[in-house]
């Protein structure tokens, strides 16, 4: 068992020198050890930064599923695999065991055998936080087919075009979905999507929320009486360690979304050992996750994570604020839940309700709190810390991306000593190094630069289906032999680093990562608008809320503007998603450009933060004049 749980700082220390001095025989112990290999691999690692290519394990053979469930059957099959809590806290929660999932994922993997998906096959999953969801997410990986979980809040453009991208031969949704006191029509989403997809042969449909959908004939199948009819045994298809797993889209700062690439071996090995470690996980703990399966945070740490190590993961279909703002506590209670994992932006949500919310729950049976997906300020990590953790769990500010497949930088809890802001350490094998704007690496403490590795890891992202170029471009190009990640940091005395927000252009909405480009194209398929600009700026909640500067063909008049800002609203839903929604949008006769055309956003984002009193020099514009105006009516 060497290396694999971390007791105190001085091992941390021991053990990340090993991972950095000898990373091949430092993940090579913990890959023997800890998991079940069909064949052995003949080669650790191989890596090229410069291609990139990027392989862990190879040669090796195994299914994920047999880690994640067939392993722990003889030992656990009784113990609760996954808590399903549903949306309605008056619906009793259900307690699939491990047992049961195994049975429940072959069913599953057989039935979309039947329906003729087999290994490399793409799989559309547009599912809420029912356990129809993770267990459709392993069948796929029983049977070797890649799954393409998109997120059940994107709308019909946005889905068809996940969908059309990675060629998926099948959607697995429902008829519908519970979000508080709202219900969601899911299955009308996928139907229009699926105008514009001509990939898809089958769609499988959960039920629900038993409302009257439309079924096409020939295509849509009830997902039950296929589940009840199929055997609960299901051989595991035998993959290489480098054969796709999945693909999950994330949000680039331009274009098209790019569909991340995560590969078996790899994956599986880096996601069990980082959520043993990062949430000191024990056997009798009951762990709940809130992020929803739609992104890597419930991928890596609600599915395969923890059920890689036997744990009991919850699945909570429902909203924070529903019935009222104490439900987290509640289920905390009820379920006598060991760690929480959740946003900053959920935080500081429920940070503004009153404390009698969080104080009408017993909370002791917590430990480790987590928090992951954008920066947390130092109000909410107090607020967090005292009113939920009560002092004693600490607090795990986890800095991760969807291209890295797991947690990067983070404290241990128990062991690495925490301060507000800061995810604090590199993981063992994770070797980070900060850049400047030349490609210069920036050594010694008290620094800020660029976050970049210099090293891989095994669950990092090994391609973006169908575009390996952008891949390449996008993650390798910018400095010579490293991952770049689109981060700032601050590297403190200590060695401790703090995540200070993204360099491009791409925005963390709540939580969710949106890239300009997409909006700014959605926004001008407006007939009345000629040109648009979006930028951040702080919002409490949110963390960042959207501005938009919006140019109109013709001016118009002013009255006209509130019917056109719920239009352009309404475009950005129907092409993206709400969550893309703009909170503020000004009406400008011009934007700022420089000489060559280009839009200049840090102006903007200047005036949209209100710091106008240090614009820069605006001399070298090719529109001076509009600065003035923009600041005069800035909302
Ligand atoms: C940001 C989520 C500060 C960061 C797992 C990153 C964070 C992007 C943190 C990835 C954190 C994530 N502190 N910033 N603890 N965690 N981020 O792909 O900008 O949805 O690049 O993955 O979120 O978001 P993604």
Redesign the pocket.
Known sequence: MSNYHIKDLEEYYKVYRKSVREPESFWEEIAEEHFVWRKRWDKVLSWDFKSPEIKWFEGAKLNITENCIDRHLFTKGEKTAILFEPNDPKEAAEHITYNQLYKRVNQFANVLKSKGIGKGDRVCIYLPMIPELAISVLACARIGAIHSVVFAGFSATALSMRINDSDCKMVITSDGSYRGAKTLDLKGIVDEALEACSCVENVLVAKRIQSEILMKEGRDCWLQPLLDAASTECAPEIMDAEDPLFILY?SGSTGMPKGMVHTTGGYMVYTAYTFKNVFNYKEEDVYWCTADIG???GHSYIVYGPLANGATTVMFEGVPSYPDCGRFWEVVEKHKVTQFYTAPTVIRSLAKEKLDFVNAYDLSSLKVLG??????NEEAWHWYNDNIGKKQSPIV???????TGGIMLSPIPYVTPTIPTF?TLPLPGIQPALMDELGNEIEGKQVDGRLCFKYPWPSMARTIWGNHQRYKETYFSTYENMYF???GALRDTVGYYR?T??VDDVI?VSGH?LGTAPIEDAINEHPAVAESAIVGFEHDVKGNALYGYVTLKETGESRMHDNLRKEINQMITEHIGPIAKLDKIQFTGGLPKTRSGKIMRRILRKIAGKETSNLGDTSTLLNPEVVQEIMDNAL
């Open positions: 994330t992104w890597i945070t928090s992951v997906g954008e920066p947390i500010d986890t800095w991760w991306q969807t291209e995810a990640t689109g981060d995540i927000g993204r963390i990562n």
